[in-house]
């Protein structure tokens, strides 16, 4: 029997399918891609029509090594990669980079990890489809251009470390301009007149006027025009109607349905569905096609007839609307209709279940209704009252979901009215007006950003996820919860002839995880609008995601494509680096009636804050507060920066020390508000705490404060030396043998264990040992380091970017000396710097030619 090595791109996803397949087949996993974009300036060759340099990532050597091993022993290699764009690279650089021979190579697609599905697979193999894999390396060349020359241009005009990207900047430029629409919203209210009457037997009657009044004195005029009137039954209607299901999961309603339903962040939900496929429970999960296939329709059918009966079953096709959607693939459904339950944990049981409802419902009948609406007149007015009630007839599809609607799923029905007859005359209760404001447009969640994105054509089915996740991490959004404000209202009540007014009150503005753009996001967002109004339109990202597709169809050159985009692009970049101004952080808002001294708003290190004073007016010590959730620099009002500066430079005593007695002062600095305990008078340095997150100087009470110096405590002991956990300047940390290491959001220093601290520091330690490219024993303060930018020179505090075709590893201490000196700031370059450097390089490039040449040469197809 030959030898068959099945290579994909997960290990879960490879111990799913080696047990389908006999001995004869060994399944390996490639663990994602094995070859990227390298880091630096020179990874694409613009000049020669846009050529990608790629390297065998680091971490992957091995793996390449090993995967090549097996391949070179086997007789077939199979590229089982995911069905799309992302998959399709995954094998074509795997088939690069383990130097596979066409005729030995097959390349098998599926949509789900059955027995069945694989073995169709096999005898249905195909060759590596190269218009995908351009499409997706367009995306990823673009992604990398825009990326690469927006961010410096940010460093520059804005603040340094911020970063660009094509798709994560419109997904920002959505949420700053959803917040500044609701900024701007002035609420407006009006009256809504209920009625409630009573009926036989303690039942009552619910009813409401179709229309509002504006004003109170309108609505009061209404109900002193039902003073004494008769209310009567004027016409009874019943209409039949129905509900059909929705179709089954794409992508994006997967993660929107999730997040409605289960309360599932959209990262959440992908790896959850990700291990629901890769355990062959459920089809693949990045599709935008609402499509089944035939053999999923007919047990979905089955699996309908046998557990509701043949009435509830009703075949449907589904129709994508999306130009875009590959109608060959599949919506997301089970792999096996009769499993009700599957998955490892709880939420991969309930994502499952969601699923499995979803797909069910959609090939089950519609739901049969009768809506009845009971029109009730007044003897007073020809104003007509109406109660509503709907009745089900026949569940059909409701039996077993129903779509999230935003409303109460609880109210998927109003329920039956009671007996009515018409000319009936009906006892009022109560007839009340009650003030009713209009409501700002919606914070968006993470699902509703997802839905809104797809509409706008806006990234692809694998793009949401990390793309929410991104601008999160990089500080732009922030998804929390938030209270609401008190709020007057205004209701008046008719009620035995006489009517009342009373003033009541109401929580408006509460938000539940929803997305926040920061200061930060702001400002980028009007740097970006203003110089690059095309790259983060949204109609122009929606063009470049058709010309994607248009490149996985073969209907568009890839290099023409990306140079069509690039020209005009870099010209941007050029004129906005060489003419822009830099972007103002600051705003003033006024003078502090006081002192007279200005107070300013601005962007800091640390984030938001108003200043009150500064050197420049004589101001020794400034006076700084942080601003609050929910204020920004540009609409933060005199009165709200008072308020913030309230708790004086001299800070707010909260009371003395109960073992001390050293009195605990809360204060607000440059870097936001702490808590000081003692002082120099005392004798003893004083100590410092910074105030946790949710904590005001203005509200925080002495037991809180005591709470925040129980830290730094010692979690225990590794290998004899202590382990102290703490909050310093930049967060919660652990501290181990003269080292810190940050503590994750997720760990609370009061709390950390000694395992947990141990796991931050080896996951730390490990992270900085792969960091290290070289280190020499001839000066142990230079090192080569793997930067976030490529490969760089530390050498003490001065980090020298290598140069342009530099191989790391092969550089000597006295090469690495002499690129430092060449690079020293505003000192002359030492005697034969320059030439050093240069010789370096040419070293460097003859090494790496040489290197390239022997492994061309040494390269040879895997079978002849």
Known sequence: MPKNLVIVESPAKAKTIEGYLGKEYTVKSSYGHVRDLPKTDDAIDIKNNFTPRYEISEDKREIVAQLSKLANESDVIWLATDDDREGEAISWHLYEALHLDRKDTRRIVFREITKSAIQKAIQQPRNIDIDLVNAQQARRILDRLVGFELSPILWKKIKSGLSAGRVQSVAVRLIVEREREIIRFKPESEYKITAVFNLDKGKELQAELPKRFKTEAEAEAFLQCCIGATFTIANLEKKPAKKSPAPPFTTSTLQQEASNKLRFGVSQTMRLAQKLYEAGHISYMRTDSVNLSDEAMEAAANAIKKEYGEAYHQPRRYKTKSESAQEAHEAIRPTDFSRKVAGDDRNEQR????????????????????????????????????????????????????????????????????????????????????????????RYTEASLVKKLEELGIGRPSTYAPTITTIQERGYVVKESREGKERPYTELTLQQNTISKAQKTENTGAESMKLFPTDLAMQVNDFLVAHFPNIIDYSFTAKVEGEFDHIAEGKTQWQKMLESFYKGFHHQVEDTQNNADRASTARKIGIDPTTGKEIIARLGRYGPYV????????????QFASLRKGQFIETITLEEALELLATPREGRLLGYHPESGKEMVVRVGKYGPYVQLGSEEDGVKPQYASLRKGQSPEKITLEEALELFKLPREVGQIDGKPVVAAIGRFGPYVSYDKQFFSLPKTLDPLTVTLDEAKEVIEKKRKADAEKVIKVFPEDASIRILNGRWGPYIEAGKQNVRLPKGTEPALLSFDEVKAIVAAEAPKTEPKAGAKTAAKSTAKKTTAAKTTKSATAKKTTTTKKK
Request: avoid cysteine; glycine fraction near 8%.
């Open 611 to 622: 200043q009150l004073g500064s050197e420049e007016d004589g101001t020794e010590k400034p």
């Open 351 to 442: 994502l499952y279940e969601l699923i499995w409802k979803r797909a069910i419902a959609s090939q089950m009948a519609d739901a049969k209704l009768e809506r009845t609406t009971a029109s009730i007149g007044i003897s007073t007015t020809p104003e007509i009252l109406e109660a509503t009630g709907e009745v089900i007839l026949f569940d059909g599809f409701l039996k077993v979901y129903l779509e999230f609607s935003g409303e109460e799923e609880d109210e998927e029905q109003k329920g039956m009215l009671p007996p009515l007859q018409v000319g009936q005359v009906l006892d009022l209760k109560h007839l009340k007006a009650t003030e009713r404001f209009s409501r700002p447009p919606a």
